[in-house]
T-cell receptor, first 109, second 114 residues
Framework: GQNIDQPTEMTATEGAIVQINCTYQ??????LFWYQQHAGEAPTFLSY??LDGLEEKGRFSSFLSRSKGYSYLLLKELQMKDSASYLCAVRDSNYQLIWGAGTKLIIKP | IAGITQAPTSQILAAGRRMTLRCTQD?????MYWYRQDLGLGLRLIHY???????GKGEVPDGYSVSRANTDDFPLTLASAVPSQTSVYFC?????????????FGPGTRLLVL
């Protein structure tokens, strides 16, 4: 079967750095996405990786290792507004997105 | 209209009733999707449409039907609602379905079936 694993919840301090991990087992791989979802709102796109390595976008970076079935999202200089759930999704061989359950990130002052 | 809209925002429905959730996008995207999101689970695909006039079944299609008569609209119908269909429903769209195509989400419909 297809499976995406992420930690359920993480806590970090304002101004710090946090890494959210995602491991996957899917039928085929056509890219990995990270989305942010604030409570009661819709998911919004953060990043996309299809090749191994690090993609940096401002305070957010995303890393992919296809051989290990592993990705992480790195958030730097954390702000209170970063409190949200972070969803990892993999596009499978049918070009459909398979979603993890999300990681709820709690930022403390 | 800007992006994707969904209606209603929320609904309480008696079991056995029929209900249609509406979704409209103005981005001229070819592909559209319906997901449900339940606590502790990832988004699960119900139905999708790669282009107007075509639809396909996702991971959890039972009890739901869709149609795609034109590019903009993608309604989701529950023929006879059951309590297990209580969920938050998100409609999404993307320009296509391959490569780096990003999915854009509507605000969601919160459905409670009693």
């Amino acid at each position: 079967g297809q499976n995406i694993d992420q930690p359920t919840e993480m806590t970090a301090t304002e101004g710090a750095i946090v890494q959210i991990n995602c491991t996957y087992q899917t039928s085929g791989f056509n890219g990995l996405f990270w989305y942010q979802q604030h409570a009661g709102e819709a998911p919004t796109f953060l990043s996309y990786n299809v090749l191994d390595g690090l993609e940096e976008k401002g305070r957010f970076s995303s890393f992919l290792s296809r051989s290990k079935g592993y990705s992480y999202l790195l958030l730097k200089e954390l702000q209170m507004k970063d409190s949200a759930s972070y969803l990892c999704a993999v596009r499978d061989s049918n070009y459909q997105l398979i979603w993890g359950a999300g990681t709820k990130l709690i930022i403390k002052p | 209209i800007a992006g994707i809209t969904q209606a209603p925002t929320s609904q309480i429905l008696a079991a056995g009733r029929r209900m249609t959730l509406r979704c409209t996008q103005d981005m001229r995207h070819n592909a559209m999707y319906w997901y449900r999101q339940d606590l502790g689970l990832g988004l699960r695909l119900i139905h999708y449409s790669n282009t107007a006039g075509t639809t396909g079944k996702g991971e959890v299609p039972d009890g739901y039907s869709v149609s795609r008569a034109n590019t903009d609209d993608f309604p989701l119908t529950l023929a006879s609602a059951v309590p297990s269909q209580t969920s938050v429903y998100f409609c999404a769209s993307s320009p296509g379905q391959g490569g780096q195509e990003t999915q854009y989400f509507g605000p969601g419909t919160r459905l409670l079936v009693l």
